[in-house]
């Protein structure tokens, strides 16, 4: 385990980005293991899981459209402004898994994104029905209280993924695919974690998936998660310093 944070060598290679909640830290985005941690005022299970939704829906709502309304006024930091920069120059051969939900990956410009656990700004009906309703009803704080309601009678959900509930199966193959692709065409992979504590799973075992592939491991963190060893190379700092530097790009 190496801490340096020499420019990795990207020529040839395909590059998966993974990252957490530290990526957004200094966007003024609070992390969820922290002393200043999100759930702080909530326990997780009442606002984040389908029976809290189910119990108090408009707790859940409250939560959630406080969330939106302080993740709005932030904005994109030199970290996610780095993993758009080495997009635009890979294509193809690179692909972002996020764990986030609050949108600035892709308001940095990033395109191939797969939000593994949902988007903040989005929202669904529980009935899974595909129906189109105006996203301000689902903002709570403006509704005056009344619960979104879906026009075929569903409750209007947060499209995050609660504790207890499946990431979405397409989600999950296409990062699956990416792996797949690099394995079958024996081309270097590089993965790239940022940013994470790596204890909730799937996304903390996908080091696993790409040390299985022939990957090279790659983490920029503040301090060193519980699955630093996994990682071929450890660079800890503020994701907004390192991943220029890791990444080599101007930002
Ligand atoms: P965590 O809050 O668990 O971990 C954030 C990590 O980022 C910690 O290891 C910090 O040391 C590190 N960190 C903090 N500031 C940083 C900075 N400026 N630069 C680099 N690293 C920094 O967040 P996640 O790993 O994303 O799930 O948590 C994973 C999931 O747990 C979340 O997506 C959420 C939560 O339960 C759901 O909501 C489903």
């Not at 780095?82 to 120059?89: D, G, K, M, V, W």
């Not at 301000?136 to 959900?157: D, N």
């Amino acid at each position: 385990m190496n801490d340096t944070r020499t420019p990795l060598d990207l020529r040839d290679s395909d590059l998966i980005v993974m990252t957490g909640a530290g990526v957004s830290a200094e966007s003024g985005i609070p992390t969820f293991r922290d002393g200043n941690g999100l759930w702080e005022q909530h326990r997780v299970e009442d606002v984040a899981s389908p029976e809290g939704f189910a119990s108090d829906p408009v707790l859940v709502w409250k939560f959630y459209s406080l969330r939106r309304e302080a993740a709005k006024q932030c904005a994109p930091n030199a970290g996610h402004r780095a993993i758009a920069a080495i997009e635009r120059r890979l294509g193809d051969r690179f692909l972002l898994a996020t764990q986030n939900v609050d949108g600035l990956h892709r308001v940095a410009g990033s395109e191939r994104v797969v939000e593994l656990h949902g988007n903040l700004f989005t929202s669904r009906c529980d009935r899974g029905c595909s129906a189109p309703f105006a996203d301000e009803q689902t903002y709570f704080a403006k509704s005056r209280g009344e619960l979104p309601r879906c026009r075929c009678g569903g409750a209007i959900r947060p499209h995050i993924v609660w504790f207890g509930e499946m990431l979405f199966p397409e989600d999950l193959q296409r990062v699956e695919a990416f792996f797949d692709r690099a394995e079958r065409h024996g081309r270097r992979l590089v993965y790239l974690a940022a940013g994470t504590s790596g204890v909730v799973w799937p996304a903390a075992g996908m080091v696993q998936r790409a040390r299985a592939a022939g990957g090279d491991t790659v983490l920029v963190n503040l301090e060193a998660p519980a699955n630093v060893h996994a990682f071929d190379r450890v660079a800890l700092g503020k994701s907004g310093e390192v991943l220029p530097q890791l990444l080599g790009v101007e930002v």
